[in-house]
């Protein structure tokens, strides 16, 4: 059963070993940038969330100030 997963004869092939060293360097990439998505957009959803609690404020109908 090992010979069947890395090969018949001579181990692995040194094709097949970069292919696997480059989807996992790709994998890595995909999952650093969607990390840093994920931050941008957990930053935008605050922004916008106190843009809403701001606007929710009526400064018109505010009582005024004492003097």
């Known amino acids: 059963m090992a010979k069947a ?8 092939d040194p094709r097949l070993l970069a292919e696997m060293r480059r989807l996992q360097q790709r994998v890595q990439d995909l999952e650093s940038e969607l990390g840093r998505i994920q931050a941008e957009n957990d930053a935008l959803t605050a922004a916008a969330s106190h843009d809403s609690l701001m606007e929710s404020i009526d400064a018109h109908q505010a009582e005024p100030a004492l003097t």
Do not use: F, K
């Not at 997963?5 to 692995?12: A, F, T, W």
């Open 5 to 12: 997963l890395l090969g018949y004869v001579g181990g692995s």
